[in-house]
């Protein structure tokens, strides 16, 4: 049996009435660069997550960097981030020649750890990017407190998080100064190519996001500031208009994905339980625990972008599963603190034992809605037939 990592072919086909004519619309009208489809769609997501302004950008990572840019960050800031992530979280800091900070992460959540994060505050930081890794929201009552004690901008990196919600039932990307989107095509939302949203409640914020987001130009071809090119392409839109409305279905399957695996591998012996986070004979498979999984009326508590199991011989287990016809992906091996570009920040191998951890041990198995049970099944058994 194969089972690939994303079956996006099968979403298509669902889809691909509304999502042809959506397109020829586009193309009939021929105006692709911002316009009706995307002041539309930023409506919607408006409504969607309870926000005061989202603007549809070119990517997740345009829309980390143009929020740097919004707050003003100098060469001269410090912007505390996660060592654990993906490379665009530290990238934009970097590509404005402000300093990332890195700090440790949560050995259960994958998120950013609140206490490291106040400990590593000084008197250049300026911003703090929680990322919440992998669909699961980070502590944000905490950071956010702390942030305040600080005087510091919380700018959310919710780029695989879109839909999911913090314990008070709050969307994220909501709750900081900004919020971080992206619709790349293997996100629980994708659109046909790069794209990416931000968000905020802040009026005066929202007001210099959308004059950035077009070179700064207001009007078009005065210039006070600089932006850049951070526009979300109208056909783009129209994708991601179509879609929207069965996000909720498909965050609702790959929850029940989630947990069948959950099930199948305590059954299978290979784990107790979830959020174990040492290895032993009981539990040779670490499983993801979703947090918030029980607070009373809470939906979308994880939303599952990705599902990370980790074992101790991650790359043999992933060897076995390639030659078994099953998709993985490692998300991701070298921290922050261990990346060639990144060595002039001073740190060595030990530094975050937890981050390095997760980065030798973590695998991505298949969890997209259109995952059958008799995948799934066949996933886990095939794990098993690794360990014995």
Known sequence: MKVPLLDLTTQYSKLKKELDEAIIKVAESQQFILGSELAKMEEEFETYLNCKHAY??????????????????????????????????????????????????????????????????????????????????????????????????????????????????????????????????????????????????????????????????EPKYYHKVIGGNFRLDALQAAVIRVKLPHLQSWTDKRKYNANLYNKLFIEKGLAEETGKTQFDEKNKVLLPKAVYENVDGLKNYHIYNQYIIRVEKRDELKAFLTQNEIGTEIYYPVPFHLQECFAYLGHKKGDFPISEFSADTSLAIPIYPELTDEQIYYVVEIIERFFK
């Open 56 to 217: 549809g950008v070119s990517s997740g990572t345009d829309a980390l960097l143009l929020a740097l840019m919004a707050i003003d960050i100098q060469p001269d800031d410090e912007v505390i981030v996660p060592t654990y992530s993906f490379f665009a979280t530290a990238g934009v800091v970097a590509r404005l020649n402000a300093k990332p900070v890195l700090v440790e992460n949560d050995p259960v959540t994958f998120n950013i750890d609140p206490k490291d994060f106040e400990s590593k505050i000084t008197s250049k930081t300026k911003a703090v990017i929680p990322v919440h890794l992998f669909g699961q929201s980070a502590e944000m009552d905490e950071i956010m407190k702390i942030a305040e004690r600080h005087n510091l901008i919380v700018i959310e990196d919710a780029a695989q998080a879109i839909g999911t919600q913090y314990k008070d039932g709050r969307f994220v990307g909501t709750i900081g100064h900004i919020g971080c989107f992206s619709f790349f095509p293997s996100k629980n939302l994708g659109c046909f190519g790069d794209g990416g949203l931000i968000t905020t409640n802040d009026d005066k914020l929202a007001e210099i996001i959308r004059i950035k987001r077009v070179h700064g130009g």
